[in-house]
Each structure stands twice: as C-alpha cells, then as structure tokens.
C-alpha cells in the first residue's frame, strides 16, 4: 500500500503547483491590465481622469481641452471653496501673436511657479487663441491672480494683449463657455459678475487688465452668443 500513498501524495504536490502556476497566471494577467489601464490615464487615453488626477498633483502643468469638452470638465472638477466671482484677465505678455501652444503657457507656469515663487500658475484657466482652455490651478486651491480678491474668486486668463489686440472668434467662444459653466455651477449671475467694480482685474489694480478692447458689455454679449 505504501507505494501507491506516496504516488497519491505526489499527485496531489503536482495539482498543487498546477494550481499555483494557473493562480501565478491570472495575477501576471490581472498586473499587466493595470500597469496598461495605468499607462493608458498617464498618456491622456481616457482624458476624464487624467484631469483629475492632475488635480491632485498641482504642480503639473492642466492638461487642455477643446471648448466642447469644457462643460463635462469643468462639472468634474473637485471644489470646496465658496465661489463668489470669476475674475478675467489677459495675458499682455505673451500677446496671442507669440502664442505657440504648450510652451506658451509652460513659460507662464514657469514665471508664476518659479521666478513669482508661487506654487502653480495663479489662474484657474487659461484659454488661447485657437480657443483650447487649458486647465491653470486647481478650483479648490485659492488663485494668486487678483491681490487681496483671491479668495471666493475664479481667476479665468486669455491669451492676448487686448490693449492692442482682438481676441479671436474661437477664443471669444472657448471665454463664453467657461464663464457660463462657472456662473452655473456656482450659482453667480453674469450680470452681477460684471457690475461696475466687479470681474474684471482692472475693477481691483491700476491696470488696464484684460485689455482696454474688452469691455464688460462686450463680454455680456458674448454670453449671449454674439461675438
Ligand atoms: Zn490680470
């Protein structure tokens, strides 16, 4: 009888490491969709998640998004902070001439983050002239846009110097979008938003910002869809 109890126990040891081997599989398998899931978020494969993720690293640069998508974007975008005013600015420097994309708004980053000392760039969103609306500072993190009005503010910045130029049809579209999906979500009226001595950072500082071409009842009508 010993012999066949020892060909029992060896069976048995082999359906063991067959086993072992089948469950070592189906982890290797289950790791590799992860690490690809994982891959896929980091190359931007599955956009909604990645701006979120990106919010909880805010020292990235946002990501950027076509003025159709800002809606959705906007709605996931997590923020605790009471929101009472959206605030526009330009650029001035660089003008929507010199724009050249991402290394454009990198070179804002860089001056706000690094040689300003700021942690992040100090606007919530930046729109360009091709109208992408690049995502700045997280919404739950308190700007560095407009002194002494920074808390309870959205700071929303064009790229342009619109002292001395127009803003472009798409980038007048991308503006109207977002500040309507702002005034939406929180609840603000556009009208009061821009009251005298209110949402632009001229109403705050001895400037002209954003821009002597762009006046209040101008972006009023762009929120009526009329550029
Ligand atoms: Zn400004």
Redesign the pocket.
């Known amino acids: 009888m010993k012999p066949v109890a020892a060909t029992d126990a060896e069976a048995r040891r082999r359906r063991q490491r067959r086993m072992a081997r089948t469950w070592a599989a189906r982890l290797a398998v289950l790791l590799a969709i992860c690490i690809a899931y994982r891959y896929g978020y980091r190359r931007g494969a599955h956009s909604l998640p990645a701006v979120v993720g990106r919010e909880s690293q805010p020292e990235m640069i946002g990501t950027r998004h076509p003025w159709w998508e800002i809606e959705r974007v906007i709605a996931t975008q997590p923020c605790r902070r009471r929101i009472t005013e959206v605030i526009l600015?330009?650029t001035w420097d660089p003008t929507a001439a010199q724009y050249a994309g991402e290394p454009t708004v990198e070179a804002i980053l860089r001056f706000h983050a690094r040689d300003r000392g700021w942690h992040n760039i100090a606007y919530h969103y930046i729109i360009g002239p091709d109208g992408t609306i690049w995502l700045g500072r997280p919404l739950s993190q308190v700007g560095t846009?407009?002194q002494g009005h920074n808390d309870g503010t959205i700071g929303v910045c064009l790229i342009i110097n619109a002292d001395v130029e127009q803003p472009s049809e798409v980038q007048i579209k991308a503006t109207a979008i977002v500040l309507r999906t702002l005034f939406d979500r929180f609840g603000l009226s556009a009208r009061r938003n821009f009251a005298p001595g209110h949402g632009f950072?001229r109403d705050y500082a001895d400037?002209t910002?954003?821009g002597t071409l762009i006046t209040k009842a101008r972006v009023l009508r762009w929120l009526q869809g009329s550029p």
């Open positions: 600015h330009h846009h407009t950072h400037k910002c954003p």
